[in-house]
């Protein structure tokens, strides 16, 4: 019964694409085979209003599927596959603003703007993912004078449970607004977004050497409060983590030397695989990286259009198979001045446990301006973590425990890490990080009483309340 009745439903809404019968939804590191009733592919607002209002049963919202640990989908449910609701709904040049349905990619968006030589004002380092899946996660990267992605954000387009479509803002349902960025589609569905645009403009790469002890004095007095400096971070070198690389991109007159204004969508990206092969399976490959790939990279000056550092593309870090060891990212988030003390038992604990550390890159980012689930609470530095790992279950359980050591660490220091990851922390570890949690679970009971809106996320540190 429930299967006509979906079939028929999906027939009568006229769905441009609709898949029944159980099917196997993962994600990118391959380790999260999830299997789920139905997955639908909207491709207009009425589309989704009516498969969340008519749905029965738990509802969970994919995009690129680029998180990693089964946000996108929990069993049996319905899967709202967004990437076919992709559309540039609204656009303004004089006012640098877009209005987007949520679907869309970075790169898209991006490939709509650059002729008018704007730029997103903030997004993650690779432009494959989807506008809404970065507002679910609240995503950031390395631009400088801002925070998480919620800052560029002015307004969304949400869909609750009953079906009700909500415009929310800073002014407006600032609850719903603030709730369902970073909240990793639990209230309701981000249907749409308008986002505030800055300038493309052309971008010097310059970089410095220094140990970890300088960086944050260095970062204060040099980065911080230049308004040239667009994007920053640094590289910290594995295993010792004690040596850094400091890489800024910064506004400049000078001619570009890369013609392109955009990464090339058919880039060939061997080189970045080859260098990734040697620095995880090498037996010298970290060292091999830092004095001799990294000295080679930066060899040459480099100015850049700022959208063509801005519209990176994931498959340079795609490996040829992820059967037997996959690539998995974590986040950890520190006050400035717990830096050194943080990554100095981060080093003591990766070193313990023998985790082979691709990159640990630092970022910083000002405070969060007042989502439930903000994982800046305060002005952080950002520590991503980029690791290979077995594919087995003892090796599935020897980064469980690492990463409980990680968040611990990261708790006692003031900080918080990241969810769009392996969820692995204990419901303990996770109110600790995120003291604001009930107040979001609070508001998901009101506008979701019948607890449609689920995931693995979720399933495992929301209150337990049944679905219907």
């Given at each position: 019964?429930?299967?006509?009745?979906?079939l028929l439903f999906c027939a009568a809404l006229g769905l441009a694409s609709a898949s029944h019968g159980e099917q196997i939804v993962n994600d990118i590191t391959q380790l999260n085979p999830i299997v789920v009733d139905q997955v639908a592919q909207p491709t207009r607002l009425e589309q989704i209003v009516q498969l969340v209002a008519n749905h029965p049963g738990p509802i969970a919202i994919g995009g690129g599927r680029y998180s990693m640990g089964g946000q996108t989908a929990t069993e049996h449910a319905l899967q709202i596959?967004?990437?076919?609701?992709?559309?540039?709904?609204?656009?303004?040049?004089?006012?640098?603003?877009?209005?987007?349905?949520?679907?869309?990619?970075?790169?898209?968006?991006?490939?709509?703007?650059?002729?008018?030589?704007?730029?997103?004002?903030?997004?993650?380092?690779?432009?494959?993912?989807?506008?809404?899946?970065?507002?679910?996660?609240?995503?950031?990267?390395?631009?400088?004078?801002?925070?998480?992605?919620?800052?560029?954000?002015?307004?969304?387009?949400?869909?609750?449970?009953?079906?009700?479509?909500?415009?929310?803002?800073?002014?407006?349902?600032?609850?719903?607004?603030?709730?369902?960025?970073?909240?990793?589609?639990?209230?309701?569905?981000?249907?749409?977004?308008?986002?505030?645009?800055?300038?493309?403009?052309?971008?010097?790469?310059?970089?410095?050497?220094?140990?970890?002890?300088?960086?944050?004095?260095?970062?204060?007095?040099?980065?911080?409060?230049?308004?040239?400096?667009?994007?920053?971070?640094?590289?910290?070198?594995?295993?010792?983590?004690?040596?850094?690389?400091?890489?800024?991109?910064?506004?400049?007159?000078?001619?570009?030397?890369?013609?392109?204004?955009?990464?090339?969508?058919?880039?060939?990206?061997?080189?970045?695989?080859?260098?990734?092969?040697?620095?995880?399976?090498?037996?010298?490959?970290?060292?091999?990286?830092?004095?001799?790939?990294?000295?080679?990279?930066?060899?040459?000056?480099?100015?850049?259009?700022?959208?063509?550092?801005?519209?990176?593309?994931?498959?340079?870090?795609?490996?040829?198979?992820?059967?037997?060891?996959?690539?998995?990212?974590?986040?950890?988030?520190?006050?400035?001045?717990?830096?050194?003390?943080?990554?100095?038992?981060?080093?003591?604990?990766?070193?313990?446990?023998?985790?082979?550390?691709?990159?640990?890159?630092?970022?910083?980012?000002?405070?969060?301006?007042?989502?439930?689930?903000?994982?800046?609470?305060?002005?952080?530095?950002?520590?991503?973590?980029?690791?290979?790992?077995?594919?087995?279950?003892?090796?599935?359980?020897?980064?469980?425990?690492?990463?409980?050591?990680?968040?611990?660490?990261?708790?006692?220091?003031?900080?918080?890490?990241?969810?769009?990851?392996?969820?692995?922390?204990?419901?303990?570890?996770?109110?600790?990080?995120?003291?604001?949690?009930?107040?979001?679970?609070?508001?998901?009971?009101?506008?979701?009483?019948?607890?449609?809106?689920?995931?693995?996320?979720?399933?495992?540190?929301?209150?337990?309340?049944?679905?219907?």
């Amino acid at each position: 019964m429930k299967f006509s009745t979906g079939l028929l439903f999906c027939a009568a809404l006229g769905l441009a694409s609709a898949s029944h019968g159980e099917q196997i939804v993962n994600d990118i590191t391959q380790l999260n085979p999830i299997v789920v009733d139905q997955v639908a592919q909207p491709t207009r607002l009425e589309q989704i209003v009516q498969l969340v209002a008519n749905h029965p049963g738990p509802i969970a919202i994919g995009g690129g599927r680029y998180s990693m640990g089964g946000q996108t989908a929990t069993e049996h449910a319905l899967q709202i596959d967004m990437r076919r609701f992709d559309q540039v709904l609204a656009f303004s040049r004089e006012r640098k603003e877009i209005t987007v349905q949520a679907g869309i990619t970075w790169r898209a968006l991006q490939t709509f703007i650059d002729p008018y030589d704007l730029s997103v004002s903030i997004m993650q380092s690779y432009a494959n993912f989807t506008v809404g899946g970065a507002l679910s996660v609240n995503a950031h990267g390395r631009y400088i004078g801002y925070g998480p992605l919620v800052s560029s954000v002015k307004s969304i387009k949400l869909v609750l449970a009953d079906g009700q479509v909500i415009d929310a803002s800073p002014q407006h349902h600032a609850e719903l607004f603030y709730g369902a960025i970073g909240g990793y589609g639990g209230l309701g569905v981000i249907a749409e977004a308008t986002l505030q645009l800055s300038d493309n403009v052309r971008l010097l790469r310059t970089f410095e050497e220094m140990p970890l002890e300088r960086y944050n004095d260095y970062f204060f007095q040099h980065i911080a409060n230049d308004p040239k400096v667009i994007l920053h971070n640094a590289v910290l070198y594995p295993n010792q983590y004690q040596h850094l690389r400091a890489v800024s991109y910064s506004q400049t007159e000078l001619p570009v030397t890369v013609e392109e204004r955009l990464t090339p969508l058919d880039r060939n990206y061997w080189k970045e695989r080859r260098a990734m092969k040697v620095v995880s399976q090498w037996p010298m490959g970290k060292s091999i990286r830092e004095e001799v790939i990294d000295p080679l990279v930066f060899k040459r000056q480099q100015v850049v259009w700022r959208n063509y550092e801005a519209s990176l593309d994931v498959r340079e870090l795609e490996p040829a198979s992820r059967a037997r060891r996959t690539y998995v990212l974590q986040e950890y988030f520190v006050p400035p001045g717990q830096l050194q003390g943080f990554v100095e038992e981060m080093g003591d604990t990766l070193r313990r446990h023998k985790v082979n550390v691709i990159n640990l890159s630092i970022r910083h980012a000002k405070a969060d301006p007042g989502t439930l689930l903000a994982w800046a609470r305060t002005e952080v530095f950002a520590l991503v973590l980029y690791y290979q790992q077995d594919t087995r279950p003892a090796a599935r359980d020897e980064v469980r425990q690492w990463t409980r050591s990680l968040v611990d660490s990261a708790i006692r220091h003031g900080g918080s890490y990241y969810l769009p990851y392996q969820i692995l922390a204990t419901p303990e570890q996770f109110h600790a990080a995120y003291p604001r949690a009930n107040e979001f679970f609070a508001l998901k009971a009101r506008v979701d009483p019948r607890n449609k809106f689920r995931n693995k996320l979720w399933d495992a540190y929301a209150p337990q309340r049944p679905s219907q």
